[in-house]
């Protein structure tokens, strides 16, 4: 199918010589255009050719994963474009070309030119962890039980920042779609809960990626995360709140997995018909275990499931037992932050 042009705007100069030399243009959602001024005599001096960028593919492209000759060789869906842009009208339209346009090739970088000659692209810090905290290490750590740490720290910032974010987010917008897509699971035990985090992970990649910095394994130690300060705040603050009712979370907890399984309501299949008194007992029960995980909204989640209260049910226990686990670490005394003060 043969594409068409497609309207752009320049949202960044990031390099100027003479004339703009390298652009960044935004072309749709999720969609940018990286530009360098041609290096073609026969085009005129405002002529630009570029290649299509993902979110990811700009923060690792930041990060100087790859150099820009890299960048442009290999396109998000292999799509090149043309345009011509005047520094007083950041509107234009870019032109789709194929790979083996001439003035493209003869407008690629050589090797060796990566994103520190140029400005920093300005719109990555809108999807980039923004600050970076430090968790002290002490003890004896088995190599497996990182991982498992880390795993935790990403289901539980993930899906907590999942639903602050659709707290905030418009009826109808793509983001609350794509969110809630990731509630339609078979739901068959622990296997659908592993994909149902992955998802929720995958989901916050372009908005507030958690990353492991720097790590010391001797204790005593350290391991350095970065993250969105706002969604690691409400991590923190998740875990202060379980930290000072960790009795009364655990038996709201077993309230309602006993409802719960008692009425066959834990399996992929739902073996038993879900009367209003079960259905009401099993929402008051939720709405209890809610109560002690500070940002976990109940309501939001039946929202996110699309109304099926007994998947948000589901995932409600599940949020509970991997904060649960999460804070085992701390109560060993193995990892500490200084936002968390153990409690009773």
Same mark, same amino acid.
């Given at each position: ?6 309207? !752009? ?11 703009? #030399? ?13 530009? &360098? ?14 290649? *299509? ?37 950041? *509107? ?14 003869? =407008?690629?970088?050589? %090797? !060796?030119?990566?994103?520190? &000659? ?26 497996? #039980?990182?991982?498992?740490?880390? !795993? ?29 897509? %990731? ?30 910095? !720097?790590? *010391? ?6 391991? =350095? ?33 006993? =409802?719960? @399984? ?12 879900? =009367?209003? %008194? ?17 940002? &976990? ?12 209260? &007994? ?6 226990? @599940? ?12 109560? #060993? ?12």
């Amino acid at each position: 199918m043969t594409r068409k042009a497609l309207p !752009g705007k320049v949202i960044q100069i990031l390099l100027w010589y003479d004339i703009p #030399e390298i652009l960044l243009v935004e072309i749709g959602k999720n969609e940018f255009v990286l530009a &360098v001024a041609s290096g073609c005599s026969d085009d005129p001096e405002n002529a630009y050719y570029g290649a *299509s960028f993902s979110q990811r593919q700009l923060i690792e492209y930041q990060d100087q994963k790859f150099d820009l000759r890299y960048a442009l060789s290999r396109p998000k869906s292999r799509r090149y474009w043309r345009f011509e842009y005047s520094p007083d009208d950041p *509107s234009v339209t870019v032109e789709p070309i194929i790979s083996s346009n001439e003035s493209l090739k003869a =407008t690629i970088p050589d %090797a !060796g030119v990566f994103a520190r &000659v140029h400005s920093k692209i300005e719109i990555v810090d809108n999807f980039v962890p923004d600050s970076e905290e430090r968790f002290q290490l002490d003890g004896n750590w088995e190599l497996g #039980e990182f991982s498992q740490l880390y !795993g935790k720290m990403e289901d539980v910032y993930y899906i907590l920042n999942d639903i602050r974010r659709w707290k905030l987010l418009s009826q109808g917008s793509s983001q609350k779609t794509a969110i809630s897509s %990731a509630f339609e699971k078979p739901w068959r035990g622990g296997g659908s809960y592993r994909s149902f985090y992955a998802d929720v992970a995958n989901d916050n990649q372009e908005y507030s990626e958690l990353r492991m910095g !720097g790590i *010391s394994y001797h204790s005593p130690g350290y391991v =350095t995360i970065k993250a969105k300060r706002v969604a690691f705040d409400q991590f923190l603050q998740s875990l202060e709140q379980y930290s000072e009712s960790v009795k009364l979370s655990k038996k709201a907890y077993n309230k309602l997995y006993s =409802t719960m @399984s008692q009425n066959q309501l834990l399996g992929a299949h739902r073996q038993k018909v879900l =009367t209003d %008194a079960i259905r009401d007992r099993m929402v008051k029960r939720s709405e209890e275990l809610s109560s002690f995980l500070d940002g &976990v909204s109940y309501q939001s989640l039946v929202e996110m499931a699309q109304g099926d209260k &007994v998947v948000a049910s589901k995932v409600l226990l @599940s949020i509970y037992r991997r904060i649960e686990s999460l804070y085992k670490f701390f109560d #060993e005394g193995r990892i500490a932050h200084p936002d968390i003060e153990l409690g009773n």
